[in-house]
């Protein structure tokens, strides 16, 4: 039973470009989550999708944007760069209806110069 | 709104012995889920335990067990018999139902140290 992959696993990138995040769910799961996490801070929530659509946001700026395809899994987008968004973007998967549970990917790090 | 306090940013324990890490939550919702999740240095988020707010016992998975007093808003987990592998970042986090569903509030972290 694979479990939530990432790609790639590391990535550096140069202020203003732009990057794309992929994630593949757990294997039955229909939802998936993005988390960015800062050094030494714990996740914070980015945005959630569901059905192809973005559920929930937290409190990123537009520049943050997402897709769900129809097998699930998930791409991040991050338009102009900036010093700032180096961090630790983690995936998680879920059942939309009944479990609180969610399983995380083992994350991508990303570094911007 | 939600949020998890770790008041402890750094915790050490001796092998064997049993650790308590503390976590307080807030919510306005009437039906949450708490979860407690372990970080190695590699950076993957594993799942440790699972607490829902209408539970009447506490969960308990192997070695770990999670003190959950709802009056108090607090659950703490306690890992008995520490293990240097155990040696890691530990997160209190939260999900809520309806609004606040499938959105994780995560706390700062604690830092667990296991000396031989």
């Known amino acids: 039973d694979a479990g939530v992959t990432q790609s790639p696993t590391h990535l550096i990138k140069t202020r203003g470009q732009q990057v794309t995040l992929r994630c593949s769910p757990k294997?039955?799961?229909?939802?998936v989550s993005w988390y960015q996490q800062a050094l030494g801070q714990g996740p914070q929530f980015i945005f959630q999708?569901?059905?192809?659509?973005?559920?929930q946001r937290g409190n990123f700026p537009d520049r943050f944007s997402g897709h769900q395809f129809p097998n699930y899994s998930s791409e991040l987008n991050v338009n102009a760069l900036l010093l700032g968004d180096s961090a630790l973007y983690l995936c998680?998967?879920?059942?939309?209806?009944?479990?609180?549970?969610?399983?995380f990917g083992p994350g991508t790090r990303l570094t911007v110069t | 709104a939600q949020k998890i306090t770790q008041t402890q940013p750094g915790m050490f324990v001796q092998e064997k012995e049993a650790v308590t890490l503390d976590c307080t939550y807030d919510?306005?919702?009437?039906?949450?889920?708490l979860f407690w999740y372990k970080q190695p240095s590699s950076g993957e988020m594993i799942f440790l335990i699972y607490?829902?707010?209408?539970?009447?016992q506490n969960a308990t998975e192997g070695r770990y067990s999670l003190n959950f007093q709802k009056a108090r808003k607090s659950a703490n987990l306690v890992i008995s018999a520490s293990q240097l592998g155990d040696s890691a970042m530990y997160f209190c986090?939260?999900?809520?139902?309806?609004?606040?569903?499938?959105?994780?509030?995560f706390g700062d972290g604690t830092t667990l140290t296991v000396k031989p």
């Open positions: 999708y569901y059905e192809e659509e973005e559920r």
């Open positions: 986090a939260m999900r809520g139902a309806n609004t606040n569903a499938g959105k994780s509030t």
């Open positions: 998680a998967s879920s059942l939309r209806a009944g479990a609180y549970e969610q399983y």
């Open positions: 294997s039955g799961h229909d939802t």
């Open positions: 607490q829902g707010s209408y539970d009447q």
């Open positions: 919510t306005s919702d009437p039906s949450y889920g």
